[in-house]
């Protein structure tokens, strides 16, 4: 979408948005609409405005997986590892399926390790997904499968960040 279009398209669900609220429009339509202001700010790299729209979202609708994963995208696009590896943790919370929760924990980690340098930050993202695993159910083939294969995705990194502690301690 072209800069112009940009500012038209964040102006009219500006609009929409301040028309919810006078005419006192329920939670789910004014986090919608929020959103939606928030991700146009975000396409414009007006960072502040948008993370203060996605707040207002996850205020009204705190389990919003759309906001939070534009919260993620924001922290992403500004390099701000810090609140980038608390959005994620939250994201991780809200998952309902263990491998999304699980790569959220694991992208956490690898930020922490990566942009902060932080391996005790790491290693307990690395454990709390390895906590979400072992509470995992294993009841049908198919889970024990799906465990199987994202209990991998958390022992390699911790296999690794031990790897890496024991050459650095060395």
């Known amino acids: 979408m072209a800069r112009k279009d940009l500012a038209r398209a964040r102006t009219i669900a500006a609009q929409r948005l301040e028309l919810a609220e006078r005419s006192g429009g329920d939670a ?30 996850l205020t009204r609708t ?18 701000n ?10 994201l991780s919370s809200q998952q309902t399926d263990l491998e999304a929760a699980v790569a959220a924990l694991r992208q956490a980690a690898q930020v922490s390790m990566a942009a902060q ?35 991998g995705q958390v022992l390699v990194p911790l296999f690794e960040l031990a790897r890496r502690q024991a050459r650095s301690a060395a």
């Open 28 to 57: 789910a339509t004014l986090a919608e609409r929020h959103l939606r202001v928030a991700q146009l700010d975000l396409e414009q790299g007006h960072f502040a405005s948008a993370e203060a729209a996605l707040e207002q979202v």
């Open 62 to 79: 705190p389990n919003s997986e759309e906001a939070l994963r534009t919260l993620v995208e924001l922290h992403q696009r500004n390099a």
């Open 81 to 90: 590892h810090s609140s980038l590896v608390a959005a994620l943790v939250r």
């Open 117 to 151: 340098e932080d391996i005790a930050t790491a290693q307990k993202l690395l454990g709390d997904a390895l906590l979400r695993v072992d509470a995992a159910p294993t009841v049908t083939p198919a889970q024990k499968t799906l465990v199987r294969r994202v209990l």
